[in-house]
């Protein structure tokens, strides 16, 4: 599947654009962070795709994805943690889910193409009720 954006750098700001949207490096918001909510999507749309083949209903899913780059070059990331909260509506138990993230781990793109400079830490929890 092909994918592509257009990038501007210049005296009116520096952006991104994708179908007609605009998405702004500001202070604190620049590539590595957009890298990191890519991450968070398609890690979570992945899981969320394996969940359903297994028959596991979820509620909502709360993501926190963070990296620590080398201090030395290219300064790549060296570690890369996803953080998740999933709100499980019943009493699946944990090993399911632990069984689905790993399953996500194998396929989700995002996740296999930082990892070829990263060590991933996934961490989850599941939230009753």
């Known amino acids: ?24 490096y500001e202070d604190g918001l620049g590539p590595y962070e957009y890298l990191m909510g890519a ?12 969940l359903d083949q297994e028959g596991i209903a979820c509620g909502d899913i ?4 963070f990296g620590e780059k080398r201090g030395s070059i290219p300064t790549t990331l060296e570690n890369t943690w996803i ?5 499980s509506p019943g009493d699946i138990p944990e090993e399911r889910i632990l069984s689905c993230i790993e399953k996500t781990k194998e ?11 990263s060590a991933m830490h996934v961490k989850f929890e599941v939230i009753r009720g």
Request: charged share 20%.
């Open 1 to 24: 599947m092909y994918r592509e954006v257009n990038a501007h750098f210049g005296g009116d700001g520096s952006y991104f654009t994708k179908n007609g949207k605009r998405f702004c």
């Open 39 to 50: 991450l968070a999507g398609c890690f979570t749309s992945t899981l969320m795709d394996i």
């Open 62 to 65: 709360d993501v926190h994805c």
């Open 83 to 87: 953080e998740m909260r999933i709100h």
């Open 107 to 117: 396929t989700c793109s995002m996740y296999q193409t930082i990892r070829q400079v």
